[in-house]
C-alpha cells in the first residue's frame, strides 16, 4: 500500500494525478478530477406513451467518481398509466455518445406480473441519453417489452446500475 501512496500527488489543485510519471504532456487519462454524491426522484413513465405514475415511495440515489456513475434506487408502484417499455426519464448524467457505452444493470421486481416467455428482467441505458429502461430477457428471442406500465399496478422495483457519462 505505501508504494501505491507514494505515485498519488496532487495536480495544482486540480484533482490527483494516478500517473507514474510527470503529467508535463498535459495527458489527463489519470487524472481524477471529479467526485460528487447526490440523490433524486426517478419519474417512471411508458416509454411510447408516458402517462402518470402514483407512488408511495420514490428515491434514488447515485455516486459520481471521474466519468464513472453508480445509481441505485427503490421505487414503490401504486398505479401507473402509459404504455410501452417501464424506463425512468431522468437519470442523473447522460451517458457517453459511443455504442462500447451501453450500459446493462441489476433490478429486482417484486409482485410484477410478468409474460410467460420472461426468463431474466435487466435495466439498460443506451448511448448518448439519460433513460434507465426495464427489459424482459426470453429464450431465444429479442428482450422483451412487455415490463410497462399498462401490465401491472402495486409493485416494486430495486434498481441498480453503474455507467460511463458523456
Known amino acids: 500500500h505505501t508504494r501505491f501512496l507514494q505515485n498519488i ?24 478530477d471529479e467526485y460528487e454524491e447526490g440523490t433524486f426522484t426517478p419519474d ?13 415511495f420514490n ?22 398509466t402509459g404504455g410501452g417499455p417501464w424506463f425512468i426519464d431522468n437519470m442523473p448524467f447522460n451517458t457517453a455518445a459511443d455504442r462500447a457505452h451501453r450500459s446493462v444493470g441489476t433490478i429486482q421486481l417484486e409482485n410484477f406480473n410478468f409474460d410467460s416467455d420472461v426468463v431474466d428482467v435487466l435495466c439498460f441505458i443506451d448511448r448518448s441519453n439519460n433513460n434507465l429502461v426495464l427489459k424482459g430477457n426470453r ?13 401491472d399496478t402495486g409493485w416494486q422495483v430495486i434498481f441498480c446500475i453503474t455507467y460511463r457519462t458523456a
Do not use: C, H
Open 59 to 80: 428515491e434514488a440515489s447515485y455516486v459520481k467518481i471521474g466519468n464513472l456513475v453508480t445509481v441505485q434506487g427503490f421505487s414503490e408502484i401504486q398505479s401507473s
Open 139 to 151: 429464450d431465444n428471442a429479442t428482450p422483451s417489452s412487455s415490463i410497462s406500465p399498462d401490465n
Open 9 to 32: 500527488k496532487l495536480d495544482s489543485g486540480k484533482g490527483i494525478d494516478f500517473s507514474a510519471t510527470s503529467n508535463a504532456s498535459g495527458m489527463t487519462s489519470e487524472l481524477l
Open 44 to 56: 417512471w413513465r411508458g416509454e411510447n406513451v408516458l402517462g402518470s405514475t402514483t407512488y408511495g
